[in-house]
């Protein structure tokens, strides 16, 4: 069954943002973006070294829209047009309605509720448009930017899932987090 009919994924727009259909042409912000160290600290890969990796990843993510496996947005701010971070649903099960989310945003706009409203809008597109059930997180322990994050939106803590993730040198722990449709309200943020 396929939850997104058509070629791309629809804009989602907040007050300050547009969640876009990434091109080729975004490449190079997203290497900004993804080889920084700060962003990458509790990311599931070590920061991206090479700029191909740019291009690279949006062909994967046109890939995966095709296959309905992972949904990856571009976040650009409205007022600049610049492209400040990304949002995805990954792990898509369409059968039991779930998916996975994920987020990342340039450090220079941290601290300004951007991601707030950019996952509001995913949230409630993914709930209301797409029907799914249920929304998960995995989260470091340490990163308590996406913690705060996350239960500002309603995401409740649901286990701790022990050395899960293999980054480079290091041997990450993870929290899970869910969100459920029933649970979910606009005004939660
Ligand atoms: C996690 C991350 C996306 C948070 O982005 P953000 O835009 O700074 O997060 P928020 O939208 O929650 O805003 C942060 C702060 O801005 C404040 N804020 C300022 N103006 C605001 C507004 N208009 N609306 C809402 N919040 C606002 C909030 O109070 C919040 O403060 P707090 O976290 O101290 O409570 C960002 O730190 C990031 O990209 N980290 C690296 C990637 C990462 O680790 N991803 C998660 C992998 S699971």
């Known amino acids: 069954m396929k ?10 727009t907040s007050n300050r943002l547009e969640l876009r259909w990434l091109e080729q042409c975004n490449a190079l912000s997203l290497f900004d973006i993804y080889s920084n160290p700060e962003a990458m600290r509790y990311w599931c890969t070590t ?3 090479n700029p191909s990796e740019g291009t690279e990843c949006i062909a994967s993510i046109h890939r995966c829209f095709s296959a309905q496996s992972l949904f990856e947005w571009g976040v ?5 047009e610049k492209l400040i971070g990304t949002c995805t649903l990954a792990q898509i099960d369409a059968d039991h309605r779930r998916a996975e989310i994920g987020f990342m945003l340039r450090p220079d706009c941290w601290g300004h509720g951007y ?17 799914l059930h ?5 989260v470091d322990p340490r ?17 701790y899932v022990r050395e899960r993730w293999l980054v480079g ?21």
């Not at 991601?115 to 029907?131: I, N, Y």
């Not at 040198?169 to 943020?189: K, Q, W």
């Open 143 to 159: 990163n308590d930017a996406s913690i705060r994050l996350l239960e500002r939106l309603g995401f409740q803590r649901e286990g």
């Open 134 to 138: 249920r929304i998960e997180a995995d």
């Open 47 to 49: 920061p991206w070294a």
């Open 3 to 12: 939850l997104i009919e058509g070629d791309r994924l629809p804009t989602l």
């Open 76 to 80: 650009f701010k409205t007022d600049d």
């Open 115 to 131: 991601m707030t409203d950019a996952l509001a809008a995913l949230l409630e597109f993914s709930f209301k448009l797409l029907r």
């Open 169 to 189: 040198e290091e041997i990450n722990d993870g929290i899970l987090y869910g969100l459920l449709c029933h649970e979910y309200s606009p005004a939660t943020p």
